[in-house]
C-alpha cells in the first residue's frame, strides 16, 4: 500500500510559479510510474504530467507544455511538479498518483492517489 501526500499548492498571480511536492510511503517508490492529475470544480480529472520509474520518459498534456515541468528523486520517495506562466485556467485541485504501468494518462490506470493540494491563481 502507497500513501501519497501533495504539498506545495498555494493562491499565485497569473505569470508566477509554484512547485508542488509528492511524498510517497509505504512501498518501492521507484518501482511505480508517477502522474499529475487536476480536477476543477464541475469538471473532470484531467492528467497533466507524467514520468516513468526511471524518469527515462515524461509527458503532458498539450495545456500544460512548456510550462510545467514534472521530475522525481527515487532516493527521497518524491515527484515533483514544477509549474511555470500560470494562467487562471490552471486552477483547480491538484493530484499526484503512483501506477504499476510503465506510463499513462488515463486515471483508471492509476493505483494509489494523494489527498490534493489547491491550486488558485489570479488573474
Known amino acids: 500500500q502507497v500513501q501519497l501526500v501533495e504539498s506545495g499548492g498555494g493562491l499565485v498571480q497569473a505569470g508566477g510559479s509554484l512547485r508542488l511536492s509528492c511524498a510517497a510511503s509505504g512501498g518501492t517508490f521507484s518501482r511505480y510510474g508517477m502522474g499529475w492529475f487536476r480536477q476543477a470544480p464541475g469538471k473532470e480529472r484531467d492528467f497533466v504530467a507524467g514520468?516513468?520509474?526511471?524518469?527515462?520518459?515524461?509527458y503532458y498534456a498539450d495545456s500544460v507544455k512548456g510550462r510545467f515541468t514534472v521530475s522525481r528523486d527515487n532516493a527521497k520517495n518524491t515527484v515533483y511538479l514544477q509549474m511555470n506562466s500560470l494562467k487562471p485556467e490552471d486552477t483547480a485541485v491538484y493530484y499526484c498518483?503512483?501506477?504499476?504501468?510503465?506510463?499513462?494518462?488515463?486515471?483508471?490506470?492509476?493505483?494509489?492517489w494523494g489527498q490534493g493540494t489547491q491550486v488558485t491563481i489570479s488573474s
Open positions: 514520468i516513468t520509474w526511471s524518469s527515462s520518459l515524461t
Open positions: 498518483a503512483a501506477t504499476t504501468k510503465t506510463w499513462t494518462a488515463r486515471p483508471g490506470d492509476y493505483d494509489y
